[in-house]
């Protein structure tokens, strides 16, 4: 933890770079730090997922729409304004990325980041140990 999946609807594929997208929300969410400098995700757990919608209905179906839900769980733990921060910052590295798209078709894009503890949480992972840092 903490995931970000994305669900889009499948007619963004030749307009969006979706790899691109997902390694740069990635970053952003690796970047993030909280009050007292301190990383604020485990680079380890840090997912982002994209799945494209074959199928699909958007507002009145009368043009060719296209949307992106972005959606962020993450545990309890983390200050308000730490989660605010995160929050702008994703959706600032969204908006840039379809900006450009949006210039030239119609897309809604909705951020939402749910935190909360999970009923059961179990992790099976030989990445962590890479980036943990070795103490001297």
Same mark, same amino acid.
């Given at each position: 933890?903490? $995931?970000?999946? !994305?669900?889009?609807?499948?007619?963004?594929?030749?307009? /969006?770079?979706? %790899? =691109?997208?997902?390694?740069? @929300? #990635?970053?952003?969410?690796?970047?993030?730090?909280?009050?007292?400098? /301190? #990383? &604020?995700?485990? !680079?380890?757990?840090? *997912?982002?997922?994209?799945?494209?919608?074959?199928?699909?209905?958007? =507002?009145?179906?009368?043009?060719?729409?296209?949307?992106?839900?972005?959606?962020? *769980?993450?545990?309890?733990? *983390?200050?308000? =304004?730490?989660?605010?921060?995160?929050?702008?910052?994703? @959706?600032?590295? #969204? *908006?840039?990325?379809?900006?450009?798209?949006?210039?030239?078709?119609?897309?809604?894009?909705?951020?939402?980041?749910?935190?909360?503890?999970? &009923?059961?949480?179990? +992790?099976?992972? %030989? @990445? $962590?140990?890479?980036?943990? +840092? +070795?103490?001297?």
């Amino acid at each position: 933890m903490p $995931h970000l999946t !994305i669900l889009y609807s499948d007619n963004l594929d030749a307009q /969006a770079n979706m %790899n =691109a997208l997902c390694r740069t @929300l #990635a970053d952003t969410m690796i970047a993030q730090v909280d009050e007292a400098g /301190a #990383a &604020v995700f485990p !680079i380890g757990g840090t *997912r982002v997922l994209a799945y494209p919608a074959p199928r699909y209905a958007i =507002a009145d179906g009368q043009a060719d729409y296209a949307f992106a839900y972005l959606n962020l *769980r993450m545990k309890r733990g *983390r200050s308000e =304004a730490t989660q605010q921060r995160i929050g702008s910052a994703l @959706l600032e590295a #969204a *908006r840039s990325f379809f900006e450009p798209i949006q210039a030239r078709r119609l897309v809604g894009v909705t951020l939402q980041i749910d935190v909360g503890d999970e &009923v059961f949480d179990a +992790k099976l992972s %030989n @990445l $962590h140990p890479l980036f943990e +840092k +070795k103490k001297d």
